[in-house]
T-cell receptor, first 111, second 113 residues
Framework: RKEVEQDPGPFNVPEGATVAFNCTYS??????FFWYRQDCRKEPKLLMS???SGNEDGRFTAQLNRASQYISLLIRDSKLSDSATYLCVGGLGGSQGNLIFGKGTKLSVKP | DAGVTQSPTHLIKTRGQQVTLRCSPK?????VSWYQQALGQGPQFIFQ???????QRGNFPDRFSGHQFPNYSSELNVNALLLGDSALYLC????????????FGPGTRLTVL
């Protein structure tokens, strides 16, 4: 079983739609979680960190459920510019500084 | 404030050759991590350097080695290249004790023929 698993996608949605990405992780020692966005042939860029209390940044809302080892990302009122691959990421923290990436879910927002 | 920079941007090598990739971290960062991203996959952790030492290593063979310099820049070396080493190699910088957030460079796309 992969350490971080995501919806396989791709997601094809019209502009203005609400999109939800789900992710599960298997390592209960994971301490920090992130969503990264990666455009085609570009590097991953940090979209937002994910906290148990949930956090919101404009149209984006991220949620962490430690009991279920589940992470989500909600995009409201999707824009054409949201088209990208979204990577769910876990970190072990402390001296275990590497990030563990999911395979990514591709989102295409159509006009 | 310069972000993470990597060189070269693209590289073509043949099987059996050796390659060196370079990375300069974001200003103020002291830790460099290297990742390999094959087509259609998420990045996979290779190793991390801090204080000029390899602090942690992922599941990669000894053909993959690295170095960190006093100015925090880093190199990734791959010996005896295989076709399967073709990938995007990403460098990420961070600050020890600053949380797990890592900032990625544009990557080096390596093609092995």
């Amino acid at each position: 079983r992969k350490e971080v698993e995501q919806d396989p996608g791709p997601f094809n949605v019209p502009e203005g739609a609400t999109v939800a990405f789900n992710c599960t992780y298997s390592n209960s020692a994971s301490q920090s979680f992130f969503w990264y966005r990666q455009d085609c042939r570009k590097e991953p860029k940090l979209l937002m960190s994910v906290y148990s209390s949930g956090n919101e940044d404009g149209r984006f809302t991220a949620q962490l459920n430690r009991a279920s080892q589940y992470i989500s990302l909600l995009i409201r009122d999707s824009k054409l510019s949201d088209s990208a691959t979204y990577l769910c990421v876990g970190g072990l923290g402390g001296s275990q500084g590497n990030l563990i990436f999911g395979k990514g879910t591709k989102l295409s927002v159509k006009p | 404030d310069a972000g993470v920079t990597q060189s070269p941007t693209h590289l073509i090598k043949t099987r059996g050759q050796q390659v060196t990739l370079r990375c300069s971290p974001k200003s103020g960062h002291d830790t460099v991590s290297w990742y390999q991203q094959a087509l259609g996959q998420g990045p996979q952790f290779i190793f991390q350097y801090y204080e000029e030492e390899e602090r942690q290593r992922g599941n990669f063979p000894d053909r993959f080695s690295g170095h960190q310099f006093p100015n925090y820049s880093s190199e990734l070396n791959v010996n005896a290249l295989l076709l399967g080493d073709s990938a995007l190699y990403l460098c990420a910088s961070s600050l020890q004790g600053g949380g797990d957030e890592q900032f990625f460079g544009p990557g080096t796309r390596l093609t092995v023929l």
